[in-house]
């Protein structure tokens, strides 16, 4: 199979960092994706990951090993607007992005 | 602006009733996908489409419906709902080349079939 697991949910204060992980079997993805969802909203997109390493947006950044199965979305400078679902996914190595295997999103909370 | 526009936003449905969800983009994108959204199973997609007339299932395609017979459109389709489609839908929009993505989701169209 092809699960992705990531934690339910996590807390954090604002000002602070927060590390969101993910993991998955290491065989038939091309890369991860991170999305960011508010309650009762759509997903918007926040990264992809194709090669091992560390790739920073801003306050966001986004890691991934391939060997390991593993990926982490990186908060910095955490505000309350960051408090969402925060949803790992893996796109099929053999279907091009056309086919996301969703974790079931971890909640993150910042408080004040 | 790049859009995905999903309709309705919200439907009350009875069983056994079709029903048709819209979705439209406006990137020219050859990727087109729905999902639905449950507590405690996270998002699943049910059908993609790769191109025109080029559709294939999902993880939960039964009962459900697609097409695409242009680019811009991918209507979701339900032709006999049962309680059990109560879900959030989510259309999605998308393009892949090498290490270039963009992927975009529709607002969300939330179902009830009693």
């Known amino acids: 199979g092809q699960n992705i697991d990531q934690p339910t949910e996590m807390t954090a204060t604002e000002g602070a960092i927060v590390q969101i992980n993910c993991t998955y079997q290491t065989s038939g993805f091309n890369g991860l994706f991170w999305y960011q969802q508010h309650a009762g909203e759509a997903p918007t997109f926040l990264s992809y990951?194709?090669?091992?390493g560390l790739e920073e947006k801003g306050r966001f950044s986004s890691f991934l090993s391939r060997s390991k199965g593993y990926s982490y979305l990186l908060l910095k400078e955490l505000q309350m607007k960051d408090s969402a679902s925060y949803l790992c996914a893996g796109d099929p190595a053999n279907q091009a992005g056309t086919a996301l295997i969703f974790g079931k999103g971890t909640t993150l909370s910042v408080s004040s | 602006e790049a859009q995905v526009t999903q309709n309705p936003r919200y439907l009350i449905t009875v069983t056994g009733k079709k029903l048709t969800v819209t979705c439209s983009q406006n990137?020219?994108?050859?990727?087109m996908s729905w999902y639905r959204q449950d507590p405690g199973l996270g998002l699943r997609q049910i059908y993609y489409?790769?191109?025109?007339?080029?559709?294939d299932k999902g993880d939960v395609p039964e009962g459900y419906k697609v097409s695409r017979k242009e680019k811009r459109n991918f209507p979701l389709i339900l032709e006999s709902p049962s309680p059990n489609q109560t879900s959030l839908y989510f259309c999605?929009?998308?393009?892949?080349?090498?290490?270039?993505?963009?992927?975009?989701f529709g607002q969300g169209t939330r179902l009830t079939v009693v």
């Open positions: 990137m020219n994108h050859e990727y």
């Open positions: 999605a929009s998308s393009f892949l080349d090498r290490d270039r993505f963009e992927a975009f």
């Open positions: 489409s790769m191109n025109v007339e080029v559709t």
């Open positions: 990951n194709v090669l091992d």
